[in-house]
């Protein structure tokens, strides 16, 4: 059973920085890793992902704030937030999409951006 587990959500003002961190129990080396987040009463929504190669997507409200980064080597995946705005406030989730196509979520972790 495939566990990914999030960190690294909190409360921070707007204009501030946090660092997400999501672990996989497994190898990462072969997936599509990637963040979502859903805020209240929205849907899920993509934030950032990152291929096998290192390419990366990122929504359109998030680009140049966000920068997501792999390491296989320690099964992880992290997303750097900068510049946070209140319209970022959500759970952000961690996924893994193998080359399979089956699809693995985190448990989910809150950021809040208030001042």
């Known amino acids: 059973q495939v566990q990914l587990v999030e960190s690294g959500g909190g409360l921070v003002q707007p204009g501030g920085s946090l660092r997400l961190s999501c672990t996989a129990s497994?190898?990462?080396?072969?997936?599509?890793m990637g963040w979502y987040r859903q805020a209240p009463g929205k849907e899920r929504e993509l934030v950032a992902i990152?291929?096998?190669?290192?390419?990366?997507i990122y929504a359109d409200s998030v680009k140049g704030r966000f920068t997501i980064c792999r390491d296989n080597a320690k099964k992880e995946v992290s997303l750097q937030m900068n510049s946070l705005r209140p319209e970022d406030t959500a759970d952000y989730y961690c996924?893994?999409?193998?080359?399979?196509?089956?699809?693995?979520w985190g448990q989910g972790t809150q950021v809040t951006v208030s001042s």
């Open positions: 996924n893994q999409r193998r080359s399979s196509g089956t699809n693995y």
């Open positions: 497994g190898s990462i080396m072969t997936s599509t």
């Open positions: 990152i291929t096998t190669t290192g390419s990366t």
